[in-house]
Structures are given as structure tokens and as C-alpha cells.
Nanobody, 115 residues
Framework: QLVESGGGLVQPGGSLRLSCAASGSIFSVYTMAWYRQASGKERELVATITSGGRINSGDFVKGRFTISRDNDKTTVSLEMNSLQPEDTAVYYC???????????WGQGTQVTVSS
């Protein structure tokens, strides 16, 4: 089970930190990711981080967002800076097993960037 937190309303140029808490004892063998879905658009990948810490990000991130994980606390975070109105979306946490079947989604958290 994945539970996101940290969304909200922020002004353009502002920052937010999203967190995702994972239950279960096998978090350390999951690739964790953040996706987002804006109204009327398809869900898109924001960033992933493997169990070994390898990171992949969407082109639009451009160094503004940073994904990180804490295997001891079984959490994954997304630090977002220089937010723009086009970053407005529901952000979802995802966990995919690296050693077998297993793919889980959080319920999503709304991020709104507006003045």
C-alpha cells in the first residue's frame, strides 16, 4: 500500500515536497516512481529510482525535481522546485517489484501551481 502526501497550492516559482509512505517489508526491492496526470491528459512519468539508487527522469524535469528514497523508513520523496502552472496535476506514487510480480499505485495527491 502506498500513501502520498504533501500536495497543495503553490505560486509559480515555488516549491513543494511530496512524500510516499509504503507499507510492507519488501520496499527495498522495488523500483519507486512518481507519475503525474493533468486534467484531460495521459499519465506521464516524472521520475523513477531503483533499489540501487539509479534515477531516471522525464525530459520536462530539467533538474527542477529530485526523487529520493529511504529504504529504512520505506518512503520515497519528490522535491519539486521552480514549479510552473504546467506542473499542475495529480501526482501518483508507484512501486514495481524488481524480482517478480508486483505493481502498486497510491491514490494520488493534487498539486496546483497558480497565482
Amino acid at each position: 500500500q502506498l500513501v502520498e502526501s504533501g500536495g497543495g497550492l503553490v505560486q509559480p516559482g515555488g516549491s513543494l515536497r511530496l512524500s510516499c509512505a509504503a507499507s510492507g517489508s519488501i520496499f527495498s526491492v522495488y523500483t519507486m516512481a512518481w507519475y503525474r496526470q493533468a486534467s484531460g491528459k495521459e499519465r506521464e512519468l516524472v521520475a523513477t529510482i531503483t533499489s540501487g539508487g539509479r534515477i531516471n527522469s522525464g525530459d520536462f524535469v530539467k533538474g527542477r525535481f529530485t526523487i529520493s528514497r529511504d529504504n529504512d523508513k520505506t518512503t520515497v520523496s519528490l522535491e519539486m522546485n521552480s514549479l510552473q502552472p504546467e506542473d499542475t496535476a495529480v501526482y501518483y506514487c508507484n512501486g514495481e517489484s524488481e524480482v517478480g510480480p508486483g505493481n502498486y499505485w497510491g491514490q494520488g495527491t493534487q498539486v496546483t501551481v497558480s497565482s
